[in-house]
């Protein structure tokens, strides 16, 4: 019976020490029995450090600093978003997830190291106050509000206007009338018979203003409607009714 010597047999390849390789990280040193290389630095690494954002590779090229290039050959990890394997995927530093290139950015994985105002990329337009917005022609009134705008005048009208007390409510014309020299309204009850002239003459009266409408040569205080002239022998009420505004002037001879 023979006995081999140790050295006339080779039983490395038997030896379970031998069999794959340890991570080149100092501080993992992991025996992985398929070790994966990298084909940047071409140094052997575990499947927790095979990546070159998880080893610090140096060889690799620059790039933007949300995301680190690593080839398909390299993890067998798809895109988290299209479930795709590129030639390339990208590892992005945010979140650590694998992407194609088509969805490498932040915004189009929606990296979680976004903050939460951010993740979307369409600008929001701010919303101006109603009185702010320059421009916007307004809402015109209708024709129900303008008769109530009415009715709420003449109420008013009745209630203060200046004029014969004898004349009838019935056969009452109520007019505000406004002069050039100032805003404030003066309301006043005319008779529906009364001509023109006689409505001129009592309100020039109360309000004291100049009337020399019976004199040649001098201006004439002359009432207006809607920028027309009325005739001074005409019927007030044919051309006005209860609620309407003149304008008392003084017109050159």
Known sequence: ????????????????????????????????????TCSFCNSVFCKTHHTP??????????????EVAVPASQTSNPCHVCQTTDIVNVVCEGCGSVC??????????TCTSLPSNQTSSKPTLPTLPSSQNKGVTPKRKGAKSLALERKVMLMKMKNKSCGPGSIPLSERLFINVT????????Y?????????GRCVDMVSEHLKMRNNNDKVGHDVLTMSYNGADLPMSGIMSEFTESGDTVLLYYQPP
């Open 53 to 66: 954002n998880s080893h610090d590779c140096d060889k690799v090229p620059e790039r933007a600093p949300s």
């Open 179 to 186: 002069r050039t020299t100032t805003k404030e309204p003066c």
């Open 188 to 196: 006043y009850h005319f008779s529906r018979s009364w001509p023109v």
């Open 1 to 36: 019976m023979t006995t081999e010597t140790s050295g006339s047999r080779d039983t490395s390849s038997c030896d379970p020490v031998h069999i794959g390789e340890q991570c080149s990280i100092a501080t993992c040193g992991t025996l992985d029995f398929l070790p994966i």
């Open 100 to 109: 194609c290139m088509s969805h490498r950015t932040l915004e189009q994985h």
